[in-house]
């Protein structure tokens, strides 16, 4: 699995969108659309929970730390599906109790990835705040399709790209570019 952080903060707004055809009148899902800075063209759609919306309405308040998660496709010619997601700060103990149900200790600090590659051999301290990056977890919410990709030769910089364009708002629905891909080869 791939993941790239956004270095600079975005300003998000969120929109309930029209959603006639697309959920069924029944749904407990909302239409959503995201739009990054000032920009008038939506950057994210997606379907979400009544919850997801209250808790992304409180998070969203103030510029945010975006970043995009997917998996490299085997295949050059495949599309490539990500999710796009806001960067929210973890405490790396408290995550280990929690996954663990235990506190770790810190002679061993390979076990819950904090610390440099080499604490091992003493070069560096375990825990030190400046050498060890923040920890993070990506609180996934939208999907972003590239039908074709840009940067076959390098995929970090193809997720950095399709973030980049996606904030653009240059992105469109998935399925529409897929019909317009498809009478293209017509």
Same mark, same amino acid.
Do not use: C, I
């Given at each position: 699995m791939h993941v790239y952080l956004k270095e600079d903060e975005v300003r998000l707004r969120m929109e309930q969108v029209d959603g006639e055809g697309l959920v069924p009148d029944d749904s407990d899902l909302?239409?959503? /659309? *995201? *739009? $990054? !800075?000032?920009? &008038?063209?939506? @950057?994210f759609r997606a379907f979400l929970s009544r919850e997801t919306v209250n808790a992304l309405q409180e998070m969203l308040n103030i510029p945010v730390l975006l970043g995009v998660l997917a998996e490299e496709p085997e295949q050059e010619s495949d599309e490539v599906h990500a999710m796009v997601g806001l960067a929210v700060p973890v405490d790396r103990q408290q995550l280990a109790e929690q996954l663990n149900g235990e506190e770790e %200790? =810190?002679? %061993?600090?390979?076990?819950?990835? @904090?610390g440099s590659d080499d604490a091992w051999r003493g070069d560096?301290?375990?825990? +030190?705040? %400046? @050498? =060890?990056?923040? /920890?993070? $977890?990506?609180?996934? *919410?939208?999907? &972003? #399709?590239?039908?074709?990709? #840009?940067?076959?030769?390098?995929? $970090? !910089?193809?997720? $950095?790209?399709?973030?980049? @364009?996606?904030?653009?708002?240059?992105?469109?629905?998935a399925n529409e570019a897929r019909v +317009?891909?498809?009478? %293209?080869?017509l």
């Open positions: 909302l239409p959503m /659309a *995201f *739009f $990054a !800075e000032e920009n &008038l063209r939506p @950057s %200790e =810190d002679t %061993e600090p390979w076990r819950d990835g @904090s560096d301290e375990p825990g +030190d705040p %400046e @050498s =060890d990056p923040p /920890a993070t $977890a990506l609180f996934t *919410f939208a999907p &972003l #399709v590239r039908l074709k990709r #840009v940067h076959p030769e390098n995929f $970090a !910089e193809e997720l $950095a790209d399709l973030l980049e @364009s996606a904030l653009a708002g240059s992105t469109r629905p +317009d891909r498809f009478l %293209e080869g």
